[in-house]
């Protein structure tokens, strides 16, 4: 059972960069799916959710009409496009299930310069 996290890296504040995550191991589709995040010295927060069948999805308010989450069930990927990024958005993204029921993987950063 696994959960890759991918797409992170540096970019200017107001850029864009679109994450990726890539399950195996169990039936993804009969799950909903979060992306979380933790900056350093700070709790992991949860950023954005799907339902197992798409449909209405969550947001943090720090992140709405920024981010988008989708998913893909063909290919066992949920993704997270994120927009007019700001330094605050700087953290390690994770995704796992919601609630999260999966081994916490490696993340990918993102760190967003001023």
């Known amino acids: 059972v696994q959960l890759q996290a991918s797409g992170g890296g540096l970019v200017q504040a107001g850029g864009s960069l679109r994450l990726s995550c890539e399950a195996s191991?169990?039936?993804?589709?009969?799950?909903?799916l979060g992306w979380f995040r933790q900056a350093p010295g700070k709790e992991r927060e949860r950023v954005s959710c799907v339902p197992s069948g798409g449909g209405s999805t969550y947001y943090a308010d720090s992140v709405k009409g920024r981010f988008t989450i989708s998913r893909d069930n063909a290919k066992n990927t949920v993704y997270l496009q994120m927009n007019s990024l700001k330094p605050d958005d700087t953290a390690v993204y994770h995704c796992?299930?919601?609630?999260?029921?999966?081994?916490w993987g490696k993340g990918t950063q993102v760190t967003v310069s001023s």
């Open positions: 191991g169990f039936r993804f589709y009969y799950y909903a």
């Open positions: 796992n299930t919601f609630p999260p029921q999966i081994f």
